[in-house]
């Protein structure tokens, strides 16, 4: 069950992305696209329907919750960790149908470690589909999270950001901060952990103050003054989301009981200038799935985010919080975004027999990297 080292990783060639996939919609199921190592694109049919997809999502949620309570009594039930591989392995095997499907998904990945998948009305959490022996002989390895680096692309119109960099330019980058300052791991652990690194000289680190829920509109135009005239390069999500019917009305907690919904974003039509990095860190209490994180995400895009990195299913407070703190060691070394964190996943199972990283899903080249700009 302990993950196996890897020597290397091909991150500094000019094409990072080696699998790429695509899944469209085709009436009332799927086409893929599946291309690898700049070859020829090769389809098949997934034969799946959004409610399935909609079920998929529930199972592996149900899956994770299991791990993450079984990890809070400070032990990792193996139990616990085989029903996640059974059910990652059940996604796998539902996405990817034996036959053609299954050897071609297969063959492609025999070609590196970076796969990139660009879908429409198709999100599952990919870094847990698995392929692997499962009961005792369960290998965390084969989870894709733990074996790739996986990225989504997301489908939609020409945005701003489209053709920004994947290089951040700078020595000190500059990081706004929006958090609930209710959740005891942000105000104990995560708050704290980005004003040491302000302190070292590491981030320039500038907080959102809390917002008053009973001036709301003026409140909103503050916020939206600070993600349009701030220069951040990296914008830092500490929050509750919650998903609501109809998807316009899920909102994120982002203050003292102030919330911010996908419909105050299109009223207001915030602008996020500079091309931030945006890290989403929703916490346990705030129940969310694939479904609703690719909204955010493409919200996030769409304004002119460089990409999102996000929680796609529910996790602890506590690990929120220690989770972005080792990956900021990673990115800020200069690693790309995409090798930090399959390096921050891989520390967690190594150092702890924590799985839960796996829940981290980055909708963003995963090229993006920080460059000394002295």
Not at 53 to 67: F, M, P, R, S
Not at 173 to 191: N, Q, R, T
Not at 250 to 260: A, E, G, M, Q, T
Request: hydrophobic fraction near 40%; charge should be negative.
């Amino acid at each position: 069950m302990l993950l196996e080292q890897k020597k290397s990783l091909p991150f500094a060639d000019n094409f990072a992305v080696q699998v790429q996939m695509s899944v469209f919609s085709n009436g009332s199921e799927y086409t893929a696209y599946v291309c690898a190592d700049l070859g020829m694109f090769h389809c098949f049919r997934i034969g799946l329907t959004p409610q399935d997809i909609e079920e998929l999502n529930t199972e592996l949620q149900g899956a994770i919750e299991q791990v993450a309570a079984s990890f809070e009594q400070n032990s990792i039930s193996g139990e616990a960790l085989s029903h996640l591989a059974q059910k990652g392995n059940f996604a796998f095997k539902r996405v990817f149908a034996e036959g053609v499907p299954r050897e071609t998904i297969k063959n492609a990945l025999k070609t590196g470690t970076t796969v990139q998948i660009a879908a429409r009305d198709f999100a599952i959490p990919w870094e847990l589909l698995y392929d692997g022996p499962l009961g005792a002989q369960v290998d965390v390895s084969c989870f894709w999270g733990m074996r790739y680096i996986v990225s989504r692309a997301l489908i939609q119109e020409a945005r701003p950001g489209d053709l920004a960099s994947p290089i951040i330019q700078s020595a000190c980058p500059h990081v706004g901060l929006i958090a609930y300052s209710e959740l005891e791991d942000v105000v104990g652990k995560e708050i704290p952990a980005l004003q040491a690194l302000h302190e070292q000289k590491r981030i320039s680190l500038l907080l959102l103050r809390p917002l008053k829920v009973d001036q709301r509109y003026e409140e909103l135009e503050y916020l939206g003054h600070f993600l349009r005239e701030e220069e951040l390069q990296i914008i830092h999500l500490a929050c509750h989301a919650r998903e609501k019917k109809p998807k316009s009305q899920s909102y994120l907690l982002v203050s003292d009981n102030f919330d911010i919904s996908i419909e105050d974003f299109g009223v207001q039509e915030f602008v996020i200038k500079h091309n931030p990095f945006i890290i989403l860190n929703a916490c346990l209490t705030g129940t969310i799935s694939p479904l609703y994180t690719s909204n955010w995400a493409a919200l996030f895009w769409g304004r002119g985010a460089r990409g999102v990195l996000a929680t796609e299913l529910r996790v602890p407070d506590w690990f929120a919080a220690a989770f972005t703190e080792e990956l900021y060691k990673h990115f800020l070394s200069g690693k790309p975004i995409g090798e930090a964190l399959l390096t921050t996943r891989r520390y967690f199972w190594q150092e702890q027999h924590n799985p839960l990283g796996l829940a981290y899903a980055l909708y963003s080249s995963p090229s993006i990297r920080i460059v000394n700009s002295n």
